[in-house]
């Protein structure tokens, strides 16, 4: 997702973008110090999301992955959690995975109650699963819905905090 976001955030070319992933939240909480700590660019800004999933405490979460960044010293990385999972941000968009998955007739539901705050939602994933009939798979989906996700929406608190932050990172300047 965020490999077709970031681009679009920042269409002049003028910040690159090099991607991390981790095998899972435990892979991310075992590793991230180090590979953090193994990056040497002074310039270099780090974006941290992980999905909030059933813990109720995303505030705990949160906290434990800055404590990481700061004993990494890398304290200004930027730490989002998405309530309760990546999928929220696709939900708050239905166009978005109407066009994405090529799927007709999404966008008209934006409107139900549970699409205008998918923050809420018990699982995402399996709303969105159930919405697209199997057709929404976790990396492919997530490829194909992020060229089109609206970086304006608001629908999904946590995807406004994650573009805000990312805005608010790309711009401060090393002192």
Request: aromatic share 8%.
């Amino acid at each position: 997702m965020l490999r077709a976001v970031l681009p679009r955030l920042f269409p002049d070319g003028e910040v690159q973008f090099r991607y991390i992933p981790f095998q899972g939240k435990q892979d991310l909480e075992r590793q991230l110090v180090r590979r953090l700590r193994g990056y040497a660019n002074p310039k270099a800004r780090f974006v941290i999301i992980r999905d909030q999933d059933a813990n109720p405490n995303c505030k705990e979460i949160k906290r434990r992955l800055v404590d990481l960044c700061i004993q990494a010293g890398k304290p200004d990385a930027l730490v989002r959690i998405a309530c309760k999972e990546v999928e929220s941000f696709y939900l708050a968009d239905l166009n978005a995975v109407e066009l994405g998955l090529d799927i007709k007739g999404l966008a008209k539901q934006q409107q139900s109650k549970k699409f205008r705050a998918p923050d809420y939602l018990g699982s995402p994933a399996k709303e969105l699963g159930t919405l697209t009939h199997g057709k929404y798979q976790k990396v492919g989906g997530s490829r194909q819905i992020g060229k089109y996700l609206d970086i304006a929406n608001v629908r999904s608190e946590s995807f406004r905090q994650l573009i805000t932050g990312i805005c608010r990172l790309a711009t401060f300047e090393n002192t």
